[in-house]
C-alpha cells in the first residue's frame, strides 16, 4: 500500500516551454503532498506544499507564478513548471501524507526535467 | 551553517565491513529523525527512524544524541546491495507532519 506515481517519468523541453508533472496517490487519500526539487549532488529541497482545495504554500525563494500547483482532489496534485529554462533542469519528487495530517510521507519515483 | 550536516564520502567498504556515518543538525528544536536511503536516480526510500534510545533493524543501528544535536547510522556485515546514499533527515515540527529537512547524504559504495 501507499504507493505515489508520478508522471512523467523523465521530460526533455525546449526553453521557453511549460511541463507539467502529476503526482498521484494510487491506493490512499493524501490531503497534502509536497514537491521537492534535487540539482545534482545536491540535497532534496522542499519546493512548496499543496494541500487539496487550496493555494499551495511555498518555500523562500520559489516563485509561486514559476512553479504552478494545483491539488484539485485528495489522489492527484499536479506541479506546472511554466516557460522552463535550463536552469530548471532538475529531479522533481513529489511525496504525499495520508488524510487526516498522520504518517510518515510517501514519496514518488521522480520526475527528471531537462531543459534545452 | 547548513540546517543538516553529513560526510559526503564516498565510503567504499569491502563486503562484510562495518560502517558507520554520521550527521549533524543545527536546529535544537528538531522532534523527529530518520535515514532515507537514495538509490541514483531513484526517490529517497525510509530506512528507519531514530530514536533517542537508539534503535535497531536487523544489520542496521541508529542512534540520536540530542545534546549534541547528533544522529548516526551503523550498518554491519554490509552487502553489496547496501550500495547507496544514505540521508539523514529531520523533521522540525514533530510526528511526520510539517517540512522534512534533508542532508545532502553520504554515499556508500561496497565492493565484492
Known amino acids: 500500500g501507499a504507493v505515489v506515481s508520478q508522471h512523467p517519468s523523465w521530460v526533455i523541453c525546449k526553453s521557453g516551454t511549460s511541463v507539467k508533472i502529476e503526482c498521484r496517490s494510487l491506493?490512499?487519500?493524501?490531503?497534502?503532498m509536497f514537491w521537492y526539487r534535487q540539482f545534482p549532488k545536491q540535497s532534496l529541497m522542499l519546493m512548496a506544499t499543496s494541500n487539496e482545495g487550496s493555494k499551495a504554500t511555498y518555500e523562500q525563494g520559489v516563485e509561486k507564478d514559476k512553479f504552478l500547483i494545483n491539488h484539485a482532489s485528495l489522489t492527484l496534485s499536479t506541479l506546472t513548471v511554466t516557460s522552463a529554462h535550463p536552469e530548471d533542469s532538475s529531479f522533481y519528487i513529489c511525496?504525499?501524507?495520508?488524510?487526516?495530517?498522520?504518517?510518515?510521507?510517501?514519496f514518488g519515483p521522480g520526475t527528471r526535467l531537462t531543459v534545452l | 551553517r547548513k540546517e543538516v550536516e553529513q560526510d559526503p564520502g564516498p565510503f567504499n567498504v569491502p563486503e562484510g565491513a562495518t560502517v558507520a556515518f554520521n550527521c549533524t543538525y543545527s536546529?535544537?528544536?528538531?522532534?523527529?529523525f530518520f535515514w532515507y536511503r537514495q538509490d541514483c536516480r531513484k526517490e529517497p526510500k525510509l530506512l528507519m527512524s531514530v530514536y533517542s534510545s537508539g534503535n535497531e533493524d536487523g544489520r542496521f543501528t541508529a542512534q540520536l544524541n540530542r545534546a549534541s544535536q547528533y544522529i548516526s547510522l551503523l550498518i554491519r556485515d554490509s552487502k553489496l546491495s547496501d550500495s547507496a546514499t544514505y540521508l539523514c533527515?529531520?523533521?522540525?515540527?514533530?510526528?511526520?507532519?510539517?517540512?522534512?529537512?534533508f542532508g545532502k547524504g553520504t554515499k556508500l559504495s561496497v565492493k565484492p
Open positions: 536546529n535544537s528544536a528538531s522532534q523527529s
Open positions: 511525496s504525499a501524507r495520508l488524510a487526516g495530517g498522520v504518517g510518515t510521507q510517501y
Open positions: 533527515v529531520v523533521n522540525i515540527k514533530g510526528g511526520s507532519q510539517g517540512n522534512l529537512i
Open positions: 491506493d490512499f487519500q493524501a490531503t497534502t
